[in-house]
């Protein structure tokens, strides 16, 4: 696997690469979103999963899964970052905030989950 992007948390425990150069990025303002970030959302990027691995961590990492829903998120046990994870069967999204390297072609592609942002949100 050819190391395009890295990223990692804010305590630099958890780390993981990717070998596609990362472009989209889609902000969700779910209520799942934004209350794991404690913000209007998240941006994320998705990739293939053969396209994404953990290089470091991963014994950090924490899964929640809230009841009733098809959707998890992960963060890091130590520093609480928000971590990659399945986007769906075949995909990861990874917030794009944790790439230290490898991310100057990422855009903002779409805004979703807007029916859920937050209300002092203003949004183009
Ligand atoms: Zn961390
Ligand atoms: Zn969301």
């Given amino acids: 696997m050819s190391n ?3 990223g990692s ?3 630099g425990h958890i780390k993981f690469q990717i070998d596609v150069v990362p472009k989209d990025v889609y902000v969700c303002h779910c209520s799942i979103c934004r209350k794991s970030t404690g913000s209007g959302g ?6 293939d999963n053969d ?3 953990w290089l470091a961590g991963q014994n950090a990492i924490k899964t929640w899964y809230k009841p009733g829903h098809d959707w998890e998120t992960s963060f890091c046990q130590y520093c609480g970052s928000p971590l ?3 986007n769906d069967q075949a995909s990861t999204y990874i917030p794009v905030s944790l790439f230290d390297s490898g991310h ?3 855009r903002l592609k779409k805004h979703i989950f807007v ?3 937050a209300s ?3 949004l183009p």
Avoid at 42 to 47: E, F, N, P
């Fill in 115 to 117: 029916d859920s942002k």
């Fill in 104 to 106: 100057e072609n990422l």
């Fill in 84 to 86: 990659p994870g399945k």
């Fill in 9 to 11: 948390c804010n305590c």
């Fill in 4 to 6: 395009i992007a890295e």
């Fill in 51 to 53: 396209k994404f691995s």
């Fill in 42 to 47: 998240i941006a994320v990027t998705v990739v």
């Fill in 120 to 122: 002092w949100e203003e």
